[in-house]
């Protein structure tokens, strides 16, 4: 049997909000398979689905180019918020993103490539590490909109559309804030709705509901899942009272394809604790 350690039970506990011990006998049931342990969780308790992909622990800005009809998004990171607000470090980015509209290149590796020299300029001038962590290109039969929230620069969304650019800039704001995995439901990988299927099913069944109301359940939450995670199931931020899919018709917009980026998504940042490295030296 794998060791269930304290930091486990203190992650699965986090990923579902869940008590301690709740967490550390999943875990010890799925024998220290962390992705099993939810699944364990979830099915007995209901709790939501894991928030760990979407911790954020990196530096960096976004930034995007529109080359006719290719548009790119990209991130490039840093290792401190200092370095990222710096007007050299930024224009950099913006770089990266013009030359990623205008070569293509088919990786990030060969994307790093053609801007190499570029990087090595700006890291002799601002003396951090710097890195082009990701990027995604879209070459449209349509349109092309941007969003870029705030000025940070952190969270934002390249958005291919047919009809009105600010409607499409609206649902880009939308994009950002409520995180859609793709447009639509024929879009979900069947895996994840299998997934969620088997975990209502087992709840259903475990509240002892007759067979017919059961299967109602589980069709009516695997229906709510689907509208929480497409872009056009959701409630539109700017007014809940109408789904996005409701909203692009009234405005005779279609969207299309999104890309959306997070600064950092999926990075652990190593926490440093300034107090004991000072008390540390202190003793040398």
């Given at each position: 049997?794998?060791?269930?350690?304290?930091?486990?039970?203190?992650?699965?506990?986090?990923?579902?909000?869940?008590?301690?011990m709740?967490?550390?006998?999943?875990?010890?049931?799925?024998?220290?398979d962390?992705?099993k342990?939810?699944?364990?969780?979830?099915?007995?308790?209901g709790?939501?689905?894991?928030?760990?992909?979407?911790?954020?622990?990196?530096?960096?800005?976004?930034?995007?180019?529109?080359?006719?009809?290719?548009?790119?998004?990209?991130e490039?990171?840093c290792?401190?918020?200092f370095?990222a607000?710096?007007?050299?470090?930024?224009a950099?980015?913006?770089?990266?993103?013009?030359t990623?509209?205008?070569?293509?290149?088919?990786?990030v590796?060969?994307?790093?490539?053609?801007?190499?020299?570029?990087?090595?300029?700006v890291?002799?001038?601002?003396?951090?590490?710097?890195?082009?962590?990701?990027f995604?290109?879209?070459?449209?039969?349509?349109?092309?909109?941007?969003?870029?929230?705030?000025?940070?620069?952190?969270?934002?969304?390249?958005?291919?559309?047919?009809?009105?650019?600010?409607t499409?800039?609206?649902v880009?704001m939308h994009?950002?804030?409520?995180?859609p995995?793709?447009?639509?439901a024929?879009?979900?990988?069947?895996?994840?709705?299998?997934?969620e299927r088997?975990?209502?099913?087992?709840?259903?069944?475990?509240?002892?509901?007759?067979?017919?109301?059961?299967?109602?359940?589980?069709?009516?939450?695997?229906?709510?899942?689907?509208?929480?995670?497409?872009?056009?199931?959701?409630?539109?931020?700017?007014?809940?009272?109408q789904?996005?899919?409701?909203?692009?018709?009234?405005?005779?917009?279609?969207?299309?394809?999104?890309?959306?980026?997070?600064?950092?998504?999926?990075?652990?940042k190593?926490?440093?604790?300034?107090?004991?490295?000072?008390a540390?030296?202190?003793?040398?």
């Open positions: 049997m794998s060791a269930i350690t304290a930091k486990m039970v203190a992650d699965l506990r986090a990923a579902t909000g869940l008590g301690m709740e967490c550390k006998k999943a875990l010890v049931e799925a024998d220290g962390m992705a342990a939810e699944e364990i969780l979830r099915i007995k308790s709790a939501k689905a894991s928030k760990l992909a979407g911790r954020t622990a990196a530096e960096g800005v976004l930034a995007y180019a529109i080359e006719g009809n290719v548009g790119a998004l990209v490039v990171n290792e401190t918020d370095v607000k710096d007007a050299g470090f930024i950099f980015a913006q770089s990266v993103a013009k990623a509209a205008e070569k293509k290149p088919a990786t590796e060969a994307l790093a490539e053609l801007v190499e020299g570029e990087r090595k300029a890291i002799a001038k601002l003396g951090e590490n710097i890195s082009v962590r990701r995604e290109i879209i070459e449209a039969a349509n349109n092309l909109t941007t969003y870029i929230h705030g000025a940070a620069a952190t969270e934002g969304v390249l958005v291919e559309y047919k009809g009105d650019e600010t499409a800039r609206q880009g994009i950002v804030a409520s995180k995995q793709c447009i639509s024929e879009q979900v990988d069947p895996e994840v709705v299998a997934k088997h975990i209502y099913t087992e709840q259903a069944i475990a509240s002892g509901k007759p067979a017919e109301i059961a299967a109602k359940m589980v069709e009516g939450r695997v229906k709510k899942f689907l509208a929480e995670v497409t872009l056009l199931g959701q409630p539109f931020v700017m007014n809940p009272d789904t996005v899919e409701q909203f692009l018709k009234q405005q005779d917009t279609d969207i299309v394809n999104f890309v959306r980026f997070k600064v950092g998504d999926g990075i652990e190593k926490e440093v604790d300034y107090a004991a490295e000072v540390a030296a202190a003793k040398v």
